[in-house]
């Protein structure tokens, strides 16, 4: 007497991997959203604000107002003037240095959900072929051959 085991699939696995597909199918979505955030953070990494920086230092002029004046080392005197040569030097790395920034988190962020994307979609297929072969019926049910 030869048994075999049943190829019907339990409610367990075809709930396992439905869930499963439905959770990739959800994070493959986040994953696309963020690429195209990423994509877009990289044609303008100049904007200010969104990684945390101040958003007055947009312009040279903003960034003037703001940083014009050093308060004196010495108690009790008045601020001393920064000239406009300094500043513009001073604002030109600032600002290179945030472009630069902006640059690299919108390269992680994408190259990150590149990945969870692509993983995303491995998962999906291998579960969901695996769901349409736990239940199939081409093979001999057990308890009709003797």
Sequence with gaps: MVTAVSRRPTLIQQIYGY?????????????VTQLLNGAFDLTRPAQFGRFGYEPGAATFEQYRVEHATQPNVKAGEAAVAVPDSTLRRAFDEDRAARIAYAHWDATKSITMHSVLLVIAIILFVMHWRWLRHVGDDSLPDPRTTA
């Design 19 to 31: 869930a499963v597909c439905l959770i990739t199918i959800i994070i493959a979505l986040i994953a």
